[in-house]
């Protein structure tokens, strides 16, 4: 089968698309990545994306965004297509996580709510192809989390051997942070997966605040390495109940969001601290929180860090986070960007987009996307609402297909 995955993750700065090709086979699927494209909102679209995230606007800008951002998944999908020399009927799936603008915890971890939009219909309408999406709530309504969908990808092609001196920890950094930890094939460890806090968001925020605007994130950790970490800070934001909470558990930009940065800047300017130096120790705290739940919920001692995502593009943060791996385990872990890994599909820009290919590859066969173990879900789930196109009447999927894991 040949599935587009399309997702605009938590910084919503751009749409990521991929075209992969899934073939089954006997313990595992396998995936090839055929063309990936990353394209980026107009800044009236992220700015509405924002407000909605920010809980303003009314119902009629949400119901009318969902529209607006089907028509720009549906033209994402097209432009991929394009790129992989193809066209819409050569395409069997679209998978598209959509744009998650809520997503509602309460006090106890119990999850009240999650919407991603961007209209499935209008992208099934636009391109032809039936259009799997909403992938969340399945998850949600048999009790769990909803987040992170990620581990059903890892656990499928990054686990490591039954050789491996510990657990793997595949460490996602968005808008928010999330972790799967993989134990070793044959272990009767289960893998474990979460939220690790703020990921990119507040560097954003921050890189954003001191250029005046200039920069939308802080390019290479250029202007945290001029910065000066306030640790007394970081260790007073990692006392936020979050932090502390046990698995499973899933956060967003509900949680960490521009608010919550504006008040940790006016901390920071209590403090004493320049605009750089904000953007060094907001870098810590990113740096500090993956770390310090890595000490507290890690299964197994971890052997590998594999960091994807955009924050895989900071070598400032990744030379934090394994400083203070080092600090707060006593692990000398290696740290590996997932582009970096051999015999994985795609790199760690299209990962998630491959990943949402990969569930409504499982999803059109009936197939359980979920890893309750991650997610705290009642029992195995296959996630998301198919959305019929044009190809549907004569689609057929692939062979029943059985993972072995």
């Given at each position: 089968?040949?599935?587009?995955?399309?997702?605009?993750?938590?910084?919503?700065?751009?749409?990521?698309?991929?075209?992969?090709?899934?073939?089954?086979?006997?313990?595992?699927?396998?995936?090839r990545?055929?063309?990936?494209?990353?394209?980026?909102?107009?800044?009236?679209?992220?700015?509405?994306?924002?407000?909605?995230?920010?809980?303003?606007?009314?119902?009629?800008?949400?119901?009318?965004?969902?529209?607006?951002?089907?028509?720009?998944?549906?033209?994402?999908?097209?432009?991929?297509?394009?790129?992989?020399?193809?066209?819409?009927?050569?395409?069997?799936?679209?998978?598209?996580?959509?744009?998650?603008?809520?997503?509602?915890?309460?006090?106890?971890?119990?999850v009240?709510?999650?919407?991603?939009?961007?209209?499935?219909?209008?992208?099934?309408?636009?391109?032809?192809?039936?259009?799997?999406?909403?992938?969340?709530?399945?998850?949600?309504?048999a009790?769990?989390?909803?987040?992170?969908?990620?581990?059903i990808?890892?656990?499928?092609?990054?686990?490591?051997?039954?050789?491996?001196?510990?657990?793997?920890?595949?460490?996602?950094?968005?808008?928010?942070?999330?972790?799967?930890?993989?134990?070793?094939?044959?272990?009767?460890?289960?893998?474990?997966?979460?939220?690790?806090?703020?990921?990119?968001?507040?560097?954003?925020?921050?890189?954003?605040?001191?250029?005046?605007?200039?920069?939308?994130?802080?390019?290479?950790?250029?202007?945290?390495a001029?910065?000066?970490?306030?640790?007394?800070?970081?260790?007073?934001?990692?006392?936020?109940?979050?932090?502390?909470?046990?698995?499973?558990?899933?956060?967003?930009r509900?949680?960490?969001?521009?608010?919550?940065?504006?008040?940790?800047?006016?901390?920071?300017?209590?403090?004493?601290?320049?605009?750089?130096?904000?953007?060094?120790?907001?870098?810590?705290?990113?740096?500090?929180?993956?770390?310090?739940?890595?000490?507290?919920?890690?299964?197994?001692?971890?052997?590998?860090?594999?960091?994807?995502?955009g924050?895989?593009?900071?070598p400032?943060?990744?030379?934090?986070?394994?400083?203070?791996?080092?600090?707060?385990?006593?692990?000398?872990?290696?740290?590996?960007r997932?582009?970096d890994?051999?015999?994985?599909?795609?790199?760690?820009?299209?990962?998630?987009?491959?990943?949402?290919?990969?569930?409504?590859?499982?999803?059109?066969?009936?197939?359980?996307?979920?890893?309750?173990?991650?997610?705290?879900?009642?029992g195995?789930?296959?996630?998301?609402?198919?959305?019929?196109?044009?190809?549907?009447?004569?689609?057929?999927?692939?062979?029943?297909?059985?993972?072995?894991?």
């Amino acid at each position: 089968m040949k599935v587009v995955g399309l997702l605009s993750g938590t910084s919503a700065d751009a749409i990521d698309a991929v075209v992969a090709e899934i073939t089954a086979a006997s313990a595992r699927p396998q995936m090839r990545q055929l063309a990936f494209q990353s394209i980026a909102w107009l800044p009236q679209e992220r700015t509405l994306i924002e407000t909605l995230i920010a809980n303003q606007g009314d119902t009629r800008a949400l119901s009318r965004a969902g529209f607006l951002l089907g028509q720009r998944f549906a033209q994402a999908a097209l432009r991929v297509i394009a790129e992989a020399g193809l066209t819409p009927a050569d395409v069997d799936l679209i998978g598209s996580h959509g744009q998650t603008v809520w997503h509602e915890v309460a006090q106890d971890g119990s999850v009240q709510s999650t919407l991603q939009i961007g209209e499935a219909a209008i992208i099934a309408e636009r391109t032809g192809i039936t259009t799997v999406a909403d992938f969340r709530v399945a998850d949600v309504a048999a009790g769990g989390q909803g987040a992170p969908l990620i581990p059903i990808f890892d656990q499928l092609f990054l686990r490591p051997g039954p050789e491996s001196a510990g657990c793997r920890a595949v460490q996602n950094i968005g808008g928010i942070g999330n972790v799967t930890f993989l134990p070793p094939m044959g272990s009767a460890t289960p893998p474990l997966a979460f939220d690790t806090g703020p990921g990119n968001a507040l560097i954003d925020w921050a890189a954003a605040q001191a250029t005046d605007g200039a920069l939308a994130f802080d390019v290479d950790g250029r202007l945290a390495a001029q910065g000066r970490c306030e640790d007394e800070l970081v260790e007073r934001w990692l006392s936020h109940p979050y932090f502390q909470q046990s698995p499973p558990k899933s956060t967003g930009r509900e949680r960490y969001s521009h608010a919550f940065a504006e008040r940790r800047r006016k901390e920071a300017d209590a403090a004493g601290l320049s605009a750089l130096d904000f953007v060094a120790t907001v870098t810590e705290l990113t740096a500090a929180s993956i770390a310090d739940s890595y000490r507290r919920f890690a299964p197994l001692a971890v052997s590998e860090l594999i960091v994807c995502g955009g924050g895989a593009r900071n070598p400032a943060l990744l030379s934090r986070i394994q400083e203070q791996v080092g600090q707060r385990c006593g692990w000398q872990v290696p740290v590996v960007r997932y582009g970096d890994v051999q015999e994985v599909p795609g790199d760690e820009d299209s990962k998630e987009a491959l990943c949402f290919a990969l569930l409504a590859w499982l999803s059109i066969q009936g197939e359980a996307g979920n890893v309750p173990a991650c997610t705290g879900a009642d029992g195995l789930r296959a996630l998301g609402k198919i959305t019929p196109g044009r190809n549907f009447p004569g689609m057929r999927a692939s062979r029943p297909y059985r993972p072995h894991m």
